[in-house]
């Protein structure tokens, strides 16, 4: 098998099994553990796995319920919606994904704020639906059931129809180089309202820094600001400064 098969092999696995050993990986590929240690020691320095005692674990992060993500984190995603809230403006036009953390700060908006929203989340669209001043723009399509979000080609024709002021992107995962998503649907989403926007907002918990997913959206050059609940000073957030990204 050639170095270049064998690394693919070998990330395939941790990434489907979440963790993998040096012995396991050995017999599945039939060569030493030398080989196998250079081979982990290559692809976590390339940022594609992370190697660990005995072995390595992926940094792909698996996609799980809507449910279930809602509940993660929640004193995280609060800090971020509130520094979130304070760039919004009057008279805006907003895209709102279906990120968790976009969902936290739709909860926080004020009575009195007058903004047009544009979103395909139908948990965003029920809280908005009681606001009595944000006007609501809800983008068809089909349903994608474990995200409460629709999708496909109504949902991105639609979202050619507008250009936002600000888009409140609901970050999944995320290196210095690139933005991912978890499934197809929703990064096809996401790189349209890149498109249409004219600053992008990356809301972020801080365990989604530095790891990958399964769709490329774009470049994370792309993003204006990446809000996290950590502050400026960790060496983790100071990377992404340096690629021109102003952290909040």
């Keep these: 098998m050639l ?14 099994e979440g963790s993998v050993s040096f012995q396991e990986l050995c017999k599945k590929l039939a060569v030493s553990e030398d080989t196998i240690r250079r081979d982990i020691k290559e692809l976590d320095t390339r940022d594609l796995l992370r190697a660990v005692r005995g072995g390595a674990h992926s ?7 809507y ?13 971020i919606a509130e520094k979130a809230l304070s760039l919004i403006r009057n008279d805006q036009v907003l895209f709102f994904d279906g990120g968790t953390s ?9 009575k009195d704020l007058k903004v047009t929203i544009i979103t395909n989340s139908f ?43 600000l888009y409140f992107f609901g970050v999944c995962s995320v290196t210095t180089e690139n933005l991912y998503g978890a499934y197809l649907e929703d990064a096809e989403v996401k790189k349209a309202m890149i498109k249409q926007s004219k ?21 994370t050059s792309k993003l204006d600001i990446i809000i996290t609940e950590k502050d400026n000073t960790s060496a983790q957030v100071s990377k992404y400064i340096a690629q021109g990204i102003e952290m909040i």
Excluded: M, W
């Design 3 to 16: 170095k270049y098969d064998r690394l693919q092999t070998i990330l395939d696995i941790t990434n489907r």
């Design 67 to 79: 449910r279930d993500r809602e509940k993660e984190g929640l004193e995280e995603k609060r800090i």
């Design 123 to 165: 948990p965003v669209a029920s809280i908005i639906e009681d606001h009595p001043s944000v006007e609501l723009i809800f983008l068809g399509g089909r349903l994608y059931k474990s995200a409460f979000t629709t999708f496909g080609n109504a949902t991105l024709e639609s979202i050619t129809g507008f250009k936002a002021d």
């Design 199 to 219: 600053r992008i907002i990356g809301l972020c918990t801080a365990d989604k820094l530095d790891t990958e997913s399964n769709f490329i959206i774009d470049k």
């Design 102 to 110: 976009v969902l936290e700060l739709t909860k926080i908006l004020p």
């Design 59 to 65: 940094i792909v992060q698996k996609k799980h319920h």
